[in-house]
Nanobody, 123 residues
Framework: VQLQASGGGLVQAGDSLRLSCAAS????????MGWFRQAPGKEREFVAS????????DYADNVRGRFVISRGYGKSTMYLQMNSLKPEDTAVYYC?????????????????WGQGTQVTVSS
């Protein structure tokens, strides 16, 4: 099982970034997927998740209204459009494939993890 996250970078506050995650179709097409992030010295936290068919999404309170999660046509890809970025959004962002079909926030919901992509937002 492989997950490849990409799209991170260094941006200024207020800018936008789009993260992508490519997963093995066999493992992701019937499963929910999610994005998490981990800032230095902090625990990994939930950002957003999307159900197996893209019909249901869920967001952490601190990104709702700024971030949009979506899935590609083949459901094996996932995106995170991040708008109005803030310095507190700085973290390594991880994509993950859930054990379940529906959205979830818990780390243990997710069976497979990508390697992470760094997002740095300067003030």
């Amino acid at each position: 099982v492989q997950l490849q996250a990409s799209g991170g970078g260094l941006v200024q506050a207020g800018d936008s970034l789009r993260l992508s995650c490519a997963a093995s179709r066999r493992t992701s097409s019937n499963n929910a997927m999610g994005w998490f992030r981990q800032a230095p010295g902090k625990e990994r936290e939930f950002v957003a998740s999307i159900s197996w068919n893209g019909g249901t999404t869920d967001y952490a309170d601190n990104v709702r209204g700024r971030f949009v999660i979506s899935r590609g046509y083949g459901k094996s890809t996932m995106y995170l459009q991040m708008n109005s970025l803030k310095p507190e959004d700085t973290a390594v962002y991880y994509c993950a494939v859930s054990r379940f079909a529906n959205t979830g926030r818990g780390l243990t919901n997710y069976a497979y993890w990508g390697q992470g992509t760094q997002v740095t937002v300067s003030s």
